[in-house]
């Protein structure tokens, strides 16, 4: 008989205990999965926005039009730009009348300047905005260049934050499973102390008496880390059917699961802590 | 499935014929002192020699230190002084690595049977060769006729719980030989079942012992020393005394006393 075997017969009929400890375990890998997820998205947006930088340039009023094509040619002509659209005064208005706002409406005509809103590609090596903007703006016609710098900035210090309270996440969960673990085991140590009194007896080693708790131990931390992802995965679809079209519009982003290498190094991380959760707690207890 | 440091070669009783082994005692206790407490010891310098292949019935009142002598024997205690010496290894010296390979080598019966309630009788049988890695098809004959052995054949798959007490000790015993043991421990066995059922419990070990095992039968019950002339060594004040003919009267006044 194998230990997978022992294991599985101690494990049947202890098997309430077990799912018990799986719960508590699964809920614990949900939290990390959960914060998780979130930092991967944010990074994917912090990424994205990053590489495809975005501009406004807006014109003084007594700008004309043709001034505003010739500068839009200039920059369509600029290094990394993938497209400029032009947004005249009169559109910029009625932008805002559209939204029905009758303060903004009873602006005057100055209030709505022209603009341009160009897309630059960073590609790999990055800075290409940021010269095309502080070049832009020695123009005498150009009122301001708004590169959106700042947001990048702070969906970044988003991520530290988010990468922080995750690391943390992980150390509260890594005492949780072990504990929960621990405490299982020990409990189903004490339920079986008649076989592992008999099993020492008859002379079996230490870590043959060890090993199916072991295995006990690392299913429990495996399976309740699998059973925090799967309950994630049905989370996240439930999220995205309802509100994910209209929230990859708004961000310029369809959101992502977490990636496949780590729900494997999740599982796996949840199988380690429990087999060492279980040889720990028999450590002081396995003996005469 | 194991390996590691072996106590001795497995004995395997019957199958083997070794003229210098032969002679030599199985087991001897010199000057053994064994105390849970500094005020109260319970040996006190035994000493004690058992042939290969002798039935022995150890007795003395309750607390006399019978159970601590056998505890001494498969390596649960240890000596505070003296030492025992089973098949020529000094017992309180193995290293901890090495004990799981003294005790396969000892059969054990208790009391109280230490049987998986929950499991089957064939399971329960199965704990010594499992922990010994032979393959599935060995064990299963090895159970077949270790229950036969014990009159419990056929009777592999019932669950032990739904067994009587005399069945579920006739259990117990199956597990202690079903290893071959060269060395079989009886801790009062009888002393949870009826006075006809612990005649036949006995008779089980006797069985044993004419296939050439050693056998230490720990009991108070003085009844069944009557059974069958055997060597009686009785505990008494620390020590092993030999009873060669049978119980005299003082110490059969200090058993009634108990
Ligand atoms: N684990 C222990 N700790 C302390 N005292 C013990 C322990 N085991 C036995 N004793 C004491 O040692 C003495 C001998 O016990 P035991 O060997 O069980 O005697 P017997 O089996 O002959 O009845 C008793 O006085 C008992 O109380
Ligand atoms: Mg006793």
Redesign the pocket.
């Known amino acids: 008989m194998t230990s997978l075997q022992r294991a599985w017969r101690g494990g049947k009929n202890d098997w309430r205990l077990h799912v018990l400890s799986i719960f508590s375990v699964a809920v614990a890998f949900v939290c990390l999965a959960a914060a998780l997820l979130v930092v991967v998205n944010v990074d994917g947006l912090r990424d994205r926005w990053a590489r495809a930088g975005r501009a406004s340039i807006y014109f003084k009023i007594e700008t004309t039009e043709a001034q505003v094509r010739a500068i839009e040619n200039a920059v369509r002509a600029a290094e990394g730009v993938t497209d400029v659209r032009y947004v005249s005064s009169d559109e910029a208005r009625r932008e805002v009348l559209g939204r029905g706002d009758q303060v903004l409406a009873a602006l005057p005509a100055a209030a709505f300047p022209a603009s341009l809103e160009v897309m630059v590609d960073e590609g790999t090596e990055g800075g290409k905005l940021a010269t095309l903007a502080s070049r832009v703006s020695a123009l005498p016609q150009v009122e301001s260049v708004e590169t959106y710098q700042d947001w990048t900035e702070r969906l970044a210090s988003v991520l530290t934050s988010g990468v922080t309270a995750s690391l943390v996440l992980a150390f509260v969960v890594l005492g949780a499973v072990v504990s929960v673990v621990a405490s299982t085991i020990r409990l189903a140590l004490q339920r079986r102390r008649i076989e592992v009194e008999v099993l020492k007896l008859v002379g079996a080693t230490d870590s043959y008496v060890r090993r199916p708790f072991v295995v006990e131990g690392a299913a429990q931390g495996g399976i309740g880390a699998l059973l925090a992802l799967i309950l994630l995965a049905v989370l996240y679809g439930i999220v995205r059917e309802n509100l994910g079209g209209e929230l990859g519009v708004l961000v310029g982003m369809q959101p992502v699961f977490l990636p496949w290498t780590f729900m494997i190094s999740m599982v796996a991380l949840g199988s380690l802590l429990g087999a060492v959760a279980a040889w720990g707690s028999l450590r002081r207890l396995l003996v005469v | 499935m194991d390996s590691g440091p072996s106590f001795s070669p497995m004995l395997r009783s019957g199958n083997r014929f070794d003229q210098e082994a032969a002679h030599r005692p199985i087991l001897s206790f010199e000057q053994v002192h064994k105390a849970?407490?500094s005020d109260?010891p319970?040996l006190r310098g035994m000493n004690l020699s058992i042939q290969r292949g002798e039935f022995v019935f150890f007795t003395?009142?309750?607390?006399?230190?019978?159970?601590?002598?056998l505890?001494l024997l498969y390596a649960a205690e240890t000596v505070d002084a003296g030492r025992i010496l089973f098949m020529g290894r000094e017992v309180g010296r193995l290293r901890p690595e090495s004990i799981p390979f003294l005790r396969r080598n000892i059969g054990v019966v208790f009391q109280d049977f230490k049987l998986v309630m929950n499991w089957s009788v064939a399971e329960n049988v199965a704990m010594p060769l499992e922990v010994l890695g032979l393959p599935e098809r060995l064990i299963r004959t090895r159970i077949g006729e270790a229950l036969e052995r014990v009159g419990l054949g056929g009777r592999g798959s019932d669950v032990v719980a739904t067994l009587s007490g005399g069945e579920q000790q006739r259990v117990a015993v199956a597990r202690a030989i079903v290893g071959e043991p060269a060395l079989v421990l009886a801790?009062?066995p009888t002393g949870n079942l009826d006075p006809q059922l612990a005649v036949d419990i006995l008779g089980l070990f006797e069985d044993i012992h004419s296939t050439g095992v050693t056998v230490l039968f720990?009991t108070?019950d003085r009844s069944l020393l009557d059974v069958r002339p055997r060597r009686v060594i009785v505990?008494q004040d620390g020590k092993a005394i030999d009873a060669p003919n049978g119980l005299d009267g003082d110490i059969e006044d200090e058993l009634r006393v108990a």
Do not use: F, I, M, Q
């Open positions: 849970y407490r109260a319970v003395g009142p309750s607390g006399a230190g019978k159970s601590t002598l505890r801790d009062e720990a108070h505990l």
